[in-house]
């Protein structure tokens, strides 16, 4: 292996960390108790684990509050695991 083909390499296995980040992030909403240092410590772990990030940030279920009692719960679910109430469209925050 070259130097051009280690160069390649390792921007591929940065980059599919940092994307695994941002899925995450896109996935799941912020918490209020997540400060925004907590969430640059992300990127040193990404860029160690790369692309076992990106894996299972795929793999990850859309997260949403439920209206009632703010747990996280699966995007898709129609009633809430931890209150138990039942979970509308029209309850949704946005």
């Given at each position: 292996?070259?130097?051009?083909?280690?160069?390649?390499?390792?921007?591929?296995?940065?980059?599919?960390?940092l994307?695994?980040?941002?899925?995450?992030?896109?996935?799941v909403?912020?918490?209020?108790?997540?400060?925004?240092?907590?969430?640059?410590?992300?990127?040193?772990?990404?860029?160690?684990?790369?692309?076992?990030?990106?894996?299972?940030?795929i793999?990850?279920?859309?997260?949403?509050?439920?209206?009632?009692?703010?747990?996280?719960?699966?995007?898709d679910?129609?009633?809430?695991?931890?209150?138990?109430?039942?979970?509308?469209?029209?309850?949704?925050?946005?």
């Amino acid at each position: 292996m070259g130097g051009r083909d280690m160069y390649l390499l390792a921007v591929l296995w940065i980059g599919s960390g940092l994307l695994g980040v941002l899925l995450f992030a896109a996935k799941v909403p912020e918490s209020p108790s997540r400060t925004c240092a907590e969430s640059l410590l992300l990127i040193p772990f990404a860029v160690v684990f790369g692309p076992l990030i990106l894996l299972q940030a795929i793999a990850a279920t859309p997260k949403q509050k439920c209206p009632h009692c703010r747990a996280m719960i699966p995007a898709d679910a129609t009633v809430c695991a931890r209150c138990t109430r039942e979970i509308s469209m029209q309850n949704w925050d946005g």
